[in-house]
């Protein structure tokens, strides 16, 4: 499970992270928290850094909604 977690955040898991939350923020029923807890996770466990999640997921959360 790690090594596929590792894999995705390796090819870009931060632009699937800002797409997922730019097409929720569209309408597509799909609740944000599940990207944004996700974001949380990876940092906390050490599989990213903090600022580079902080900042894709707040781009998808401002582009999204506005």
């Known amino acids: 499970m790690e090594a596929a977690v590792e894999f995705f955040v390796s ?7 800002v ?13 944000e928290d599940i990207v944004m ?3 949380a996770v990876l940092a906390q466990r050490g599989i ?4 580079l999640p902080v ?8 582009v999204g909604d506005s």
């Open 19 to 31: 797409a997922a939350l730019i097409a929720a923020g569209l309408g597509v029923p799909f609740p």
């Open 48 to 51: 990213t850094g903090l600022w």
């Open 55 to 62: 900042a894709a997921l707040a781009l998808g959360v401002f």
């Open 37 to 39: 807890t996700s974001g």
């Open 11 to 17: 090819q870009g898991s931060y632009w699937l992270m």
